[in-house]
Protein backbone atom coordinates (compact mmCIF):
# COMPACT_ATOMS: atom_id res chain seq x y z
CA UNK A 1 0.00 0.00 0.00
CA UNK A 2 2.68 2.15 0.89
CA UNK A 3 4.50 1.42 -2.29
CA UNK A 4 1.14 2.44 -4.63
CA UNK A 5 0.68 5.63 -2.64
CA UNK A 6 4.16 6.77 -3.16
CA UNK A 7 4.18 5.49 -7.00
CA UNK A 8 0.20 8.08 -7.40
CA UNK A 9 2.24 10.82 -5.69
CA UNK A 10 5.15 10.46 -7.84
CA UNK A 11 2.74 10.99 -10.98
CA UNK A 12 0.48 13.56 -9.39
CA UNK A 13 3.91 15.51 -8.77
CA UNK A 14 4.96 14.49 -12.47
CA UNK A 15 2.01 15.47 -13.72
CA UNK A 16 2.04 18.68 -11.84
CA UNK A 17 5.44 20.22 -13.28
CA UNK A 18 4.74 19.52 -16.50
CA UNK A 19 1.27 21.49 -16.36
CA UNK A 20 3.45 23.90 -14.54
CA UNK A 21 6.18 23.45 -17.08
CA UNK A 22 3.72 24.38 -20.04
CA UNK A 23 2.03 27.48 -18.09
CA UNK A 24 5.22 28.80 -17.56
CA UNK A 25 6.58 28.18 -21.27
CA UNK A 26 3.47 29.69 -22.87
CA UNK A 27 3.34 32.62 -20.70
CA UNK A 28 6.95 33.26 -21.11
CA UNK A 29 6.63 32.83 -25.01
CA UNK A 30 3.80 35.40 -25.66
CA UNK A 31 3.29 35.38 -29.65
CA UNK A 32 2.72 38.99 -30.52
CA UNK A 33 -0.13 38.29 -33.40
CA UNK A 34 0.14 41.60 -36.57
CA UNK A 35 -2.38 41.79 -38.48
CA UNK A 36 -0.76 43.07 -42.11
CA UNK A 37 -2.90 44.11 -45.06
CA UNK A 38 -1.86 43.43 -48.30
CA UNK A 39 -1.96 47.32 -50.39
CA UNK A 40 0.09 46.44 -52.95
CA UNK A 41 -2.83 46.67 -55.06
CA UNK A 42 -4.71 49.46 -53.54
CA UNK A 43 -4.45 53.04 -55.26
CA UNK A 44 -5.90 55.21 -52.85
CA UNK A 45 -4.12 58.08 -51.89
CA UNK A 46 -4.55 56.71 -48.31
CA UNK A 47 -2.58 53.51 -48.95
CA UNK A 48 -0.22 55.36 -50.54
CA UNK A 49 0.73 57.91 -47.41
CA UNK A 50 0.61 54.73 -44.88
CA UNK A 51 3.46 53.31 -47.30
CA UNK A 52 5.20 56.05 -47.60
CA UNK A 53 5.37 56.61 -43.84
CA UNK A 54 7.11 53.63 -43.02
CA UNK A 55 9.36 53.31 -46.18
CA UNK A 56 10.09 56.87 -48.01
CA UNK A 57 11.64 55.39 -50.67
CA UNK A 58 8.71 53.52 -52.15
CA UNK A 59 6.76 56.85 -52.70
CA UNK A 60 7.37 59.69 -54.15
CA UNK A 61 5.99 63.19 -53.78
CA UNK A 62 5.01 64.47 -56.74
CA UNK A 63 6.36 68.41 -57.42
CA UNK A 64 3.80 70.45 -59.94
CA UNK A 65 4.12 73.94 -60.95
CA UNK A 66 -0.01 74.19 -61.99
CA UNK A 67 -2.73 74.34 -60.65
CA UNK A 68 -4.32 71.58 -62.76
CA UNK A 69 -1.52 69.30 -62.18
CA UNK A 70 -2.96 69.32 -58.18
CA UNK A 71 -6.14 68.27 -59.17
CA UNK A 72 -4.63 65.75 -61.88
CA UNK A 73 -2.20 64.12 -58.70
CA UNK A 74 -3.27 64.81 -55.66
CA UNK A 75 -5.68 62.11 -55.44
CA UNK A 76 -3.11 59.78 -56.48
CA UNK A 77 -0.28 60.56 -54.68
CA UNK A 78 1.24 63.11 -52.52
CA UNK A 79 1.51 66.56 -54.33
CA UNK A 80 3.51 69.64 -53.75
CA UNK A 81 3.49 72.87 -54.81
CA UNK A 82 4.04 76.83 -54.27
CA UNK A 83 1.16 78.97 -53.03
CA UNK A 84 -0.18 82.21 -51.53
CA UNK A 85 -1.22 81.71 -47.56
CA UNK A 86 -3.40 84.26 -46.15
CA UNK A 87 -5.07 84.30 -42.71
CA UNK A 88 -8.86 84.96 -41.61
CA UNK A 89 -11.01 85.15 -38.88
CA UNK A 90 -14.25 83.79 -37.96
CA UNK A 91 -15.31 87.50 -36.99
CA UNK A 92 -14.38 88.79 -40.95
CA UNK A 93 -16.49 90.51 -42.98
CA UNK A 94 -18.84 87.57 -44.73
CA UNK A 95 -18.05 85.51 -42.63
CA UNK A 96 -20.41 82.88 -40.70
CA UNK A 97 -18.81 81.63 -37.94
CA UNK A 98 -18.59 77.84 -38.86
CA UNK A 99 -16.73 76.23 -41.79
CA UNK A 100 -18.02 75.78 -45.03
CA UNK A 101 -17.49 71.53 -45.03
CA UNK A 102 -19.12 69.38 -42.74
CA UNK A 103 -18.98 68.56 -39.59
CA UNK A 104 -19.54 72.57 -40.05
CA UNK A 105 -17.79 73.43 -37.04
CA UNK A 106 -18.50 76.49 -35.01
CA UNK A 107 -15.17 78.59 -34.47
CA UNK A 108 -16.71 81.47 -33.28
CA UNK A 109 -15.75 80.45 -30.06
CA UNK A 110 -11.91 79.96 -31.07
CA UNK A 111 -11.97 76.30 -31.32
CA UNK A 112 -9.63 77.18 -34.75
CA UNK A 113 -8.48 73.61 -34.89
CA UNK A 114 -10.01 70.34 -35.79
CA UNK A 115 -9.51 66.74 -34.34
CA UNK A 116 -8.91 64.42 -37.25
CA UNK A 117 -9.35 60.46 -36.33
CA UNK A 118 -5.72 60.01 -38.38
CA UNK A 119 -3.50 63.09 -37.62
CA UNK A 120 -4.55 64.18 -34.77
CA UNK A 121 -5.44 67.85 -33.57
CA UNK A 122 -4.80 70.11 -37.03
CA UNK A 123 -5.42 73.54 -38.19
CA UNK A 124 -8.03 74.79 -40.27
CA UNK A 125 -7.66 76.31 -43.68
CA UNK A 126 -10.25 77.40 -46.66
CA UNK A 127 -8.84 76.10 -49.60
CA UNK A 128 -10.05 75.89 -53.38
CA UNK A 129 -13.65 73.99 -53.99
CA UNK A 130 -12.02 71.76 -56.20
CA UNK A 131 -9.72 70.17 -53.60
CA UNK A 132 -12.04 68.11 -51.22
CA UNK A 133 -13.48 68.52 -47.42
CA UNK A 134 -11.35 66.81 -45.57
CA UNK A 135 -7.74 66.95 -47.55
CA UNK A 136 -4.61 67.13 -45.25
CA UNK A 137 -2.27 69.46 -46.33
CA UNK A 138 0.92 70.36 -44.73
CA UNK A 139 2.29 73.43 -44.70
CA UNK A 140 6.04 74.27 -45.26
CA UNK A 141 8.58 77.67 -45.55
CA UNK A 142 5.65 79.54 -43.43
CA UNK A 143 6.23 81.89 -40.61
CA UNK A 144 3.94 80.29 -38.53
CA UNK A 145 5.96 77.43 -37.38
CA UNK A 146 8.61 74.79 -39.41
CA UNK A 147 5.67 72.46 -40.47
CA UNK A 148 2.12 73.41 -40.02
CA UNK A 149 -0.59 70.06 -40.63
CA UNK A 150 -4.03 71.85 -41.98
CA UNK A 151 -7.08 70.18 -43.17
CA UNK A 152 -9.32 71.86 -46.00
CA UNK A 153 -12.72 72.48 -43.73
CA UNK A 154 -13.31 75.62 -45.60
CA UNK A 155 -14.17 77.45 -48.12
CA UNK A 156 -14.13 81.26 -49.52
CA UNK A 157 -14.88 83.49 -52.76
CA UNK A 158 -11.85 84.74 -53.59
CA UNK A 159 -10.05 81.25 -52.59
CA UNK A 160 -8.84 79.60 -55.80
CA UNK A 161 -6.27 77.52 -57.31
CA UNK A 162 -2.92 77.65 -55.09
CA UNK A 163 -4.10 80.32 -52.67
CA UNK A 164 -5.82 78.83 -49.02
CA UNK A 165 -6.58 80.75 -46.01
CA UNK A 166 -5.54 79.74 -42.91
CA UNK A 167 -8.19 80.36 -40.08
CA UNK A 168 -6.94 81.86 -36.60
CA UNK A 169 -9.33 83.65 -33.92
CA UNK A 170 -9.85 86.66 -34.82
CA UNK A 171 -9.45 89.20 -37.92
CA UNK A 172 -6.64 91.03 -36.01
CA UNK A 173 -4.76 87.89 -35.04
CA UNK A 174 -4.68 87.00 -39.19
CA UNK A 175 -3.57 90.13 -40.09
CA UNK A 176 -0.57 90.62 -37.59
CA UNK A 177 0.71 87.02 -37.74
CA UNK A 178 -0.34 85.50 -41.19
CA UNK A 179 -0.50 87.92 -43.26
CA UNK A 180 -0.06 86.92 -46.76
CA UNK A 181 3.12 84.80 -47.53
CA UNK A 182 4.25 82.70 -50.29
CA UNK A 183 4.57 79.17 -48.68
CA UNK A 184 4.72 75.23 -50.10
CA UNK A 185 1.79 73.07 -49.26
CA UNK A 186 1.43 69.20 -49.67
CA UNK A 187 -1.33 67.51 -50.10
CA UNK A 188 -1.26 64.03 -48.47
CA UNK A 189 -4.91 62.79 -47.98
CA UNK A 190 -6.75 63.69 -50.54
CA UNK A 191 -10.61 63.94 -49.09
CA UNK A 192 -11.73 62.12 -46.40
Not at 116 to 125: A, F, S, T, W
Request: net charge positive; charged share 20%.
Amino acid sequence: MKQTFLMIKSCFTYVGFVVILILVVAYGNKINVVNTEDISNVRSIQAIHLVSKYNKKIVKTKYVNDFNDVLKYASKMPTKFEGIMTGYGPDCEGCGGKTGCPPRQDVRNGNVSFKDQEYGKVNIVATDSRIPCGSIIKITNSSLGKEITAIALDRGGVIKGTKMDFLVATEAIASNKVGKQSVTYEIVRWGW
